[in-house]
C-alpha cells in the first residue's frame, strides 16, 4: 500500500488504532511470540536510573507505562493522539494500583501540551515510526526532557542478516495481515505496519536525527536479530 502524508497521515493512524482497540495488546503479543514484553522491559530499564517523571508517548493502552512503573514507582505521564487506546488501556488498569502513578493524557506526539524541562526521561514503544515528522517529534522529546534526562526510543527495525531477512519479510507481508486482519477485523491497520516497518529510517539515520534534535551520547542496540531496536540518548 501506499502510505498516507502529513495530515492525511495523521487521520489514518489514529482511526487505525482505533479501529484494532480491542484487539491491540493480545494481537501484539500473539505475533511477537510475547516477546513485545521483553522489548518494553529493557526500554523501561534504561530508565530506571531517573527518579522523576517520565513521559511515555505513543502509550497506546499503556503497557510501556505499567511496565515503567513496575520497574520503580514514578509518576508517568502517558500520552497519545488516540483516545480510545488510551481509554482502553485505563479501564483494563482501573484495578491495578499503578494507575495511580500514571496519568494519560490526549495529545500529539508532535507538539506536545507540556511545558519545557520537565520530565527526567521520556520514551516510546513502537510509536515514533507512526509520527508524520519524526525529527519534529524528537525535537518535541528533546524540548520536554530536563538537563542530564534520558530519551529511551524502543522501535521497529529490519533485521540485517540476509536468510533471517527473507524469513521476516515473508511474515512480515504474508503472514501478519493475513492472520491480524482476520482477527482484529483491519487487514488495513496490519499491512500499513508492515509498510511502515519497511518505509521507516536504518537506524543510522535515527541516530543522526537524534542528534540534530540535539541529544548527546546518541546509541542504538538492536535486539532479536534486529527486529527492534532501542535508541537512546541524553539531553545536555
Ligand atoms: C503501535 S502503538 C504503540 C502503543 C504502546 N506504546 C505499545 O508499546 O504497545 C502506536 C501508538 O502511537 C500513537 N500515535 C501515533 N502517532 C501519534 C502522534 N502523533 N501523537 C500521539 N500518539 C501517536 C497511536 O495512536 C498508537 O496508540
Same mark, same amino acid.
Given at each position: 500500500m501506499t502510505l498516507p502524508l502529513e495530515e492525511a497521515k495523521k487521520d489514518f493512524v489514529q482511526q487505525k488504532f482505533s479501529s484494532v482497540t480491542p484487539k491491540y495488546d493480545f494481537l501484539n503479543t500473539l505475533l511477537s511470540l510475547y516477546i513485545d514484553h521483553y522489548w518494553r522491559k529493557r526500554a523501561a530499564a534504561l530508565l530506571k536510573d531517573q527518579d522523576g517523571p517520565i513521559l511515555d508517548i505513543?502509550?497506546?493502552?499503556l503497557p510501556l507505562s505499567l511496565e515503567i512503573v513496575r520497574q520503580k514507582r514514578r509518576k508517568v505521564v502517558a500520552l497519545d493522539f488516540c483516545f480510545d487506546m488510551l481509554k482502553y488501556g485505563r479501564d483494563r488498569l482501573? &484495578? &491495578?494500583?499503578?494507575m495511580e502513578s500514571i496519568l494519560p493524557v490526549c495529545g500529539d506526539g508532535e507538539m506536545l501540551p507540556l511545558p519545557d524541562n520537565t520530565f527526567t526521561g521520556i520514551t516510546a514503544a513502537f510509536g515514533v515510526r507512526n509520527l508524520t515528522d519524526l525529527s519534529r517529534g524528537l525535537e518535541e522529546m528533546y524540548r520536554v526532557l530536563k538537563p542530564g534526562g534520558v530519551a529511551s526510543i524502543l522501535e521497529f527495525s529490519r533485521p540485517s542478516n540476509p536468510v533471517f531477512s527473507r524469513l521476516y519479510r515473508f511474515y512480515l507481508h504474508r503472514i501478519l495481515p493475513n492472520l491480524a486482519g482476520m482477527i482484529s477485523g483491519d487487514k488495513e491497520a496490519y499491512t500499513y505496519l508492515a509498510d511502515s516497518i519497511e518505509g521507516f529510517y536504518s537506524q543510522k539515520q535515527v541516530c543522526t536525527m537524534m542528534k540534530r534534535a540535539g541529544f548527546v551520547n546518541v546509541q542504538y542496540k538492536p535486539l532479536t536479530l534486529g527486529i527492534v531496536t532501542i535508541y537512546s540518548g541524553n539531553r545536555l
Open positions: 505513543c502509550a497506546g493502552t482501573r &484495578n &491495578n494500583s499503578a
